[in-house]
């Protein structure tokens, strides 16, 4: 199969659950990375707990680990996993106005944990922006992507952040 082929349909072009059995189980790691930029006051407050609704970024952790080992049930064609590890960090940035979140999900299995880590820093995210948007309506999620992938046939992989290109290992 070249890389250019979507590997989620099958020759009749139906949507269909990729078969992993044949592959071997390995280490797999994936880091993903996103933002919310948020207004000034709003980060004040969440970085200095008093945000009506509790600690912001305590609450945001646990929804994106949640969220890590729910993936299967939230996205339709994902490999259900059980995951070794998942770590959220929350960090705000006031330079920026924002608060960063970084996932990383490790697993040993036969496919790969990009997609739980992803969503991971949606749902960490969308926990700020629920927490928040009583008093700031114009926060923005954005640069959710994956930085980084270990593991699996297509070994090493790591998003170039001078170019944003990705490059292979």
Same mark, same amino acid.
């Given at each position: 199969? =070249?890389?250019?082929?979507?590997? *989620?349909?099958?020759?009749?072009?139906?949507? %269909?659950?990729? $078969?992993?059995?044949?592959?071997? !189980? =390995? *280490?797999?790691?994936?880091?993903?990375? @996103?933002?919310?930029?948020?207004?000034?006051?709003?980060?004040?407050? !969440? /970085?200095?707990?008093?945000?009506?609704?509790? $600690? !912001?970024?305590? /609450?945001? &952790?646990?929804? @994106?680990?949640?969220?890590?080992?729910?993936?299967?049930?939230?996205?339709?064609?994902? %490999?259900? +996993?059980?995951? =070794?590890?998942? =770590? /959220?960090? +929350?960090?705000?940035?006031?330079?920026?106005?924002?608060?960063?979140?970084?996932?990383?999900?490790?697993? %040993?299995?036969?496919?790969?944990?990009?997609?739980?880590?992803?969503?991971?820093?949606?749902?960490?995210?969308?926990?700020?922006?629920?927490?928040?948007?009583?008093? $700031?309506?114009?926060?923005?999620?954005?640069? /959710?992507? +994956?930085?980084?992938? &270990?593991? @699996?046939?297509?070994? *090493?992989?790591?998003?170039?952040?001078?170019?944003?290109?990705?490059? %292979?290992?």
């Amino acid at each position: 199969m =070249s890389k250019t082929e979507l590997t *989620h349909f099958n020759a009749a072009g139906e949507a %269909h659950m990729v $078969d992993v059995g044949e592959k071997e !189980v =390995s *280490h797999r790691v994936a880091v993903a990375e @996103g933002r919310i930029l948020v207004q000034r006051a709003t980060l004040e407050k !969440v /970085v200095a707990g008093t945000m009506g609704k509790g $600690d !912001v970024l305590a /609450v945001a &952790r646990i929804a @994106g680990i949640m969220a890590a080992k729910r993936t299967a049930d939230l996205i339709p064609l994902c %490999h259900p +996993l059980a995951l =070794s590890r998942i =770590s /959220v960090d +929350l960090v705000p940035d006031q330079k920026v106005g924002a608060i960063v979140c970084t996932s990383t999900a490790e697993v %040993h299995a036969k496919t790969g944990v990009e997609m739980e880590a992803l969503t991971a820093v949606q749902i960490a995210l969308l926990t700020v922006y629920d927490m928040c948007k009583a008093i $700031d309506r114009e926060m923005v999620i954005e640069q /959710v992507r +994956l930085l980084e992938k &270990r593991g @699996g046939r297509t070994g *090493h992989w790591r998003r170039d952040e001078v170019g944003r290109k990705p490059t %292979h290992r």
